[in-house]
């Protein structure tokens, strides 16, 4: 077996920082930035390598679908997740409360592998409409793994009701001195700005499942 890379070391080093640090696993970006590569297509080269070579899995349909075989035996087990609606404009997120949240009570749930989920609680999913995430890899149709929190950190991708428009969307979320700036991933799209009192977090994306045509 050929020696594993400097750079293929700092990869798992930096993979395994992110899911302490975050609780979920870093996208292709991430590993980019984090490890000052030059292209996400060098790693994706490495990651295949890793791959091959037994340090990492990947799903491959799943976005941040980066698991280590080591943190856990039970990493290839499925769990299901409720299914709740759709984020685009228009309808609130029809989030289950703790005394209500029933997976069987779903009309339609989906199989995610143990990994994404952890030990959170409250877990649900939503198919995205729309192109305003393209460049975070969220196209049209996909589905976004989400965890029911009302906070996120600074540059956190967010599901967002905004009270007085009476719109959901998904954005990434910057909270500023006298106001909230929703950015979308998105160069040809506009930033949304709100007042504190206007936004309401409905949840924060986990991972995202590929929808394959």
Request: glycine residues 4%.
């Amino acid at each position: 077996m050929k020696k594993t890379s400097d750079k293929q070391k700092r990869i798992i080093r930096f993979i395994e920082r992110f899911l302490v640090d975050k609780g979920y696993p870093p996208s292709i970006r991430d590993i980019q930035a984090g490890c000052n590569i030059s292209s996400t297509s060098v790693v994706d080269y490495n990651l295949k390598i890793l791959e091959e070579r037994g340090y990492i899995r990947r799903h491959a349909d799943v976005s941040r679908g980066i698991t280590l075989p080591t943190r856990t035996s039970d990493s290839d087990s499925l769990v299901p997740v409720p299914v709740i609606g759709m984020i685009a404009a228009g309808e609130p997120i029809p989030v289950p409360t703790p005394d209500t949240w029933d997976v069987a009570s779903v009309s339609e749930t989906m199989e995610v592998p143990r990994e994404l989920i952890r030990s959170r609680d409250s877990v649900y999913a939503l198919r995205v409409k729309g192109m305003s995430m393209v460049d975070a890899l969220i196209n049209d149709g996909d589905i976004v793994l989400m965890q029911n929190v009302n906070a996120v950190e600074n540059g956190e991708m967010a599901a967002v009701w905004l009270r007085t428009e009476k719109e959901a969307t998904l954005k990434k979320v910057y909270v500023e001195s006298d106001r909230i700036r929703l950015q979308p991933a998105n160069e040809q799209m506009q930033p949304i700005y709100a007042d504190h009192d206007n936004v309401e977090i409905q949840g924060r994306v986990i991972a995202v499942v590929r929808q394959v045509p």
